[in-house]
């Protein structure tokens, strides 16, 4: 199954790649076990020794970085994948299209959250750490004290989308300042959007280069639903966001109000934003994406005016809240684990070169560009050991 010990699962509101992979996910989990699904299949494989026979020279060309590593047929044992909720979809649709290479390898994805998945990674419980921000310094002294080294891999680039209900037609732009407003610390309390009017008007005063207030708001009710403390997501704004108007403002340690209705699933986080008219939230872009006719993305203005997301605005960094999505890979298991050098050479040299995108079939985010791409694989081949110092 693509979640373990009960935590939510991704569809994309079955929608499009996911329930694909959803679907691949649960077999991933399952043919570590299933002996006898494995083992009714060897006569299949044996019957097409010319095929596979037609393809080595493409297979030995491009050994996944490992030469000594077993041919892709030939590889059994197991993966584990956990953290980031965004990042997850990326990961099933790359060990879905791992498992039809590797069907001896059982693959198991989870997302409980990029701060959660690090936990797991520090304490040696997972391989692989799914993450939509730069581990910590905190985490990275997690894992030294643990004798945990990693490699840090960037996968993909991802907008942080604002969104409303889609029939919300009050909204269409929300500065930073709106957003400390209406989600930031002083907002506590305010259950009417009218109510932030003062807050916004006051900021605005000080932090002249975060975008111009959409001031008076409409009088309706303001429900947040949005990712709760241990997701990446929720970091990520509150660094971009709410932490760049409270030093404008000369407020240490700001971060968003503590009364909203919060969750580490991104599709419950959807449906609570399309279950209310005046709602207010942000998630990743691709979920978003896939979800348009019941949620409505806002343009965002960080100083430079609105800007709407969409992959061409989020790759320029012309929309101002976007971040970068990685892996991160426990290099001792992958030294003792060929499965796991395979699962991630596969990833980094052709899953998010083919799976990441706006194509039919791909994961909704921005691919890394020509020159990120070629420093990721850099990075891979060389094995080079992640030395970040924490924040980014």
Same mark, same amino acid.
């Given at each position: ?11 994309? =509101? =079955? ?18 076990? @299933? ?30 970085? @490992? ?16 953290? =980031? ?39 040696? +419980? ?24 990693? %490699? ?26 709106? &957003? ?7 907002? !506590? ?52 966001? %709410?932490? +760049? ?46 979800? &348009?006719? !019941? ?16 992959? #061409? ?27 796991? +050098? ?7 040299? #052709? ?19 020509? +020159? ?21």
């Amino acid at each position: 199954m693509s979640r373990l010990n009960g935590a939510k699962s991704v569809n994309f =509101s =079955s929608k499009r790649l996911l329930a694909t992979a959803i679907a691949a996910s649960l077999v991933f989990a399952a043919c570590g076990g @299933d002996d006898d699904a494995d083992t009714t299949e060897p006569a299949a494989d044996a019957t097409e020794p010319a095929a596979d026979d037609t393809e080595p020279a493409a297979d030995d060309t491009e050994p996944m970085s @490992d030469e000594t590593a077993p041919p892709a047929g030939d590889l059994s044992g197991s993966v584990v994948v956990s953290g =980031s909720s965004t990042v997850e979809p990326i990961s099933i649709a790359v060990a879905d299209a791992f498992a039809d290479l590797n069907s001896g390898v059982a693959v198991s994805v989870t997302g409980p959250g990029t701060g959660d998945g690090f936990a797991q990674f520090c304490a040696g +419980e997972t391989d692989v750490s799914d993450a939509s921000r730069p581990i910590t310094a905190e985490e990275v002294e997690s894992c030294d004290g643990a004798g945990i080294e990693f %490699i840090e891999l960037k996968v993909a680039v991802d907008g942080l989308s604002v969104i409303t209900s889609a029939e919300n037609t009050e909204l269409e732009c929300l500065s930073f300042v709106d &957003l400390w407003a209406l989600l930031g610390p002083d907002s !506590t309390g305010i259950d009417n959007w009218a109510d932030a009017s003062a807050i916004a008007d006051e900021a605005a005063a000080t932090a002249t280069d975060l975008g111009a207030v959409h001031t008076p708001y409409p009088d309706a009710a303001l429900t947040v639903t949005a990712p709760g403390e241990e997701s990446g997501t929720f970091d990520s704004f509150v660094e971009i966001v %709410i932490e +760049e108007v409270g030093g404008a403002l000369g407020v240490e340690d700001a971060t968003v109000r503590p009364d909203y209705t919060a969750s580490p699933n991104d599709n419950v986080i959807i449906e609570g934003i399309a279950a209310n008219p005046t709602s207010l939230g942000w998630v990743g872009f691709a979920f978003v994406e896939e979800n &348009l006719d !019941t949620v409505k993305p806002l343009q965002v203005d960080g100083g430079g005016g609105c800007v709407e997301p969409t992959p #061409e605005t989020i790759a320029s960094a012309e929309f101002p809240i976007a971040r970068d999505l990685f892996i991160y890979v426990n290099s001792a298991k992958l030294a003792e684990n060929p499965a796991l +050098e395979a699962y991630i050479d596969f990833y980094v040299n #052709e899953g998010i070169s083919t799976l990441v995108g706006t194509g039919d079939g791909q994961v909704p985010y921005v691919p890394l560009n020509a +020159e990120a791409m070629a420093e990721t694989q850099t990075v891979w081949e060389a094995k080079e050991l992640g030395t970040r110092d924490g924040g980014g």
